[in-house]
């Protein structure tokens, strides 16, 4: 039994059980339940595979929010030679650890 969900701009291939990140979600607080309702396929494990146009209607994803975090620093540098132009500018994404605790379809 398997889903795929869209959150954050960002397409997730999930099942019951899966950990995963996610871009942050601000409103859910670590610890808290989640319901995903951007459920764009289902399959329910016998063949029976569900695809919406965009969304299957009635299908949702429950999860569980494990805690948030930033990833690991990008730098980002730009010279010109010659020019003494010099710019470094850092960035860390943030994210939401989420475990995967039901597919309702």
Do not use: C, W
């Not at 949702?60 to 132009?85: F, N, P």
Request: charged fraction near 25%.
């Amino acid at each position: 039994m398997y889903s795929i969900i869209e959150q954050g701009g960002f397409q997730f291939k999930v099942s019951p059980g899966m950990k995963l990140r996610v871009p942050l979600i601000i409103s859910a607080a670590a610890g808290s339940s989640l319901t995903i309702e951007r459920v764009l396929l289902t399959d329910d494990g016998s063949g029976n595979i569900s695809v919406g146009a965009p969304t299957v209607s009635g299908a949702t994803v429950s999860a569980k929010v494990l805690d948030h975090g930033a990833d690991k620093k990008v730098l980002v540098i730009k010279k010109k030679r010659r020019k003494d132009y010099k710019r470094k500018n850092g960035h860390r994404q943030k994210f939401t650890r989420i475990e995967i605790v039901s597919i309702n379809s």
